[in-house]
């Protein structure tokens, strides 16, 4: 059953949907998945992006793959395609390796049932994981608020809301806790190019739900803080590792930078699928996606690709930093805000950091 804010859903039949996000804010497309190729496609041209929604969704290829043939081979076949659709959200990794893990405990002929269930699972999880950053984080925005006693102002960085995740979001999950709340948010948002997920979908996401926005180009961020016009600053991530250090889409890292000499908190809002626990050194370890030069040639418009560069010049396509996890003031995640230390993070999730 779809709910209205659903990026992904199945029917009774348990076909699988997608909302097709390289068409929004302009048009409302559904496109349906059937196999584990169909959703490797989705990922990779990005009709699904974020990290939690790659994730899953790639959960659910894995759960079509099962359906039609459910051997070993087939399975490692399609969770090899899977895996490399995207490189930087641990997330796809983190959901492959679960639906291997619970198909590999049962015979051929129970995979099919047993993929789905946990593909479900994690759907029904991530949903909860998401639901309790926004009160972690609404509690966080609630105490500017009582102190302030005027509107609040966060400022968040590329997309990190529903359309991110299954429900609610990461970063923007506290600012949809806070608004429910009566709170005064306004959100400053980063277009983010050059795919622009903060105005085309941030900006679409924010007026949906009735929370005042302004879209800012991706440089003015540093301005505004000067100028006390941003109260915190909430990003997603798409791995983090056990130390803190934050990886999230291009440009985060100056966004921090300019907080720290702002003394603007800088919070990054995760779920504990996003952290990579193999990981020490977020700058030397974390792969960074290198995408398509010719997203930065062209901006995506109502009517079709426009050109914004010389032909013929030169273009590079870094998609994601990493902010080091000093200049993160705090990581909140399903199970609270914490500092963004190994320390913490351990006390925090001793099941994951010990294991
Ligand atoms: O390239 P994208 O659109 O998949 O990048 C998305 C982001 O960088 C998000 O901030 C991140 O995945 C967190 S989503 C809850």
Redesign the pocket.
């Given at each position: 059953v779809q709910h209205p804010r659903s990026t992904l859903w199945w029917s009774s039949q348990r076909d699988v949907f997608i909302l097709d996000q390289t068409r929004l804010p302009f048009s409302i497309d559904t496109v349906p998945l059937c196999s584990a190729e169909d959703a490797a496609r989705a990922i990779e041209t990005?009709q699904v992006?974020?990290?939690?929604l790659?994730g899953i969704t790639a959960a659910f290829g894995l759960a079509l793959q099962a359906r039609h043939q459910a051997d070993d081979a087939s399975l490692q076949r399609a969770a090899e395609t899977l895996a490399h659709t995207r490189p930087t959200?641990i997330n796809l990794r983190w959901a492959l390796a679960r639906v291997m893990r619970a198909v590999e405990a049962v015979s051929t002929e129970e995979r099919a049932e047993r993929a789905w269930q946990q593909a479900v699972l994690m759907h029904d999880e991530e949903i909860l994981h998401c639901a309790r950053i926004g009160e972690h984080g609404g509690a966080l925005i609630a105490d500017i608020a009582r102190n302030k006693r005027s509107r609040v102002h966060v400022l968040t960085h590329?997309?990190?809301g529903w359309l991110?995740?299954l429900r609610w979001?990461?970063?923007l999950a506290p600012i949809y806790h806070a608004h429910q709340q009566g709170i005064d948010v306004h959100v400053w948002v980063d277009e983010t190019r050059p795919?622009n997920?903060g105005a085309q979908l941030t900006a679409w996401e924010l007026q949906q739900a009735g929370v005042a926005c302004t879209i800012v180009v991706d440089n003015a961020g540093g301005h505004l803080m000067q100028h006390g016009e941003v109260d915190l600053v909430i990003?997603?991530?798409?791995r983090t590792t056990r130390t803190g250090d934050v990886c999230?889409?291009i440009g985060t890292y100056l966004k921090a930078l300019a907080a720290k000499d702002n003394d603007v908190p800088f919070y990054a809002a995760l779920p504990s699928s996003t952290i990579d626990w193999s990981l020490c050194d977020g700058v030397r370890e974390i792969p960074i996606e290198e995408r398509d030069a010719n997203e930065v040639h062209f901006v995506a418009g109502e009517h079709g690709p426009a050109r914004v560069t010389p032909i013929d010049s030169i273009a590079a396509n870094y998609?994601?930093d990493v902010t080091p996890a000093r200049l993160v003031t705090g990581i909140i995640t399903e199970r609270g805000v914490h500092a963004a230390t190994e320390h913490s993070l351990a006390l925090a999730y001793p099941e994951f950091a010990h294991g």
């Open positions: 990005m992006r974020g990290a939690p790659i959200a590329c997309n990190a991110a995740t979001g990461t970063a795919r997920q990003v997603g991530s798409d999230n889409k998609a994601f």
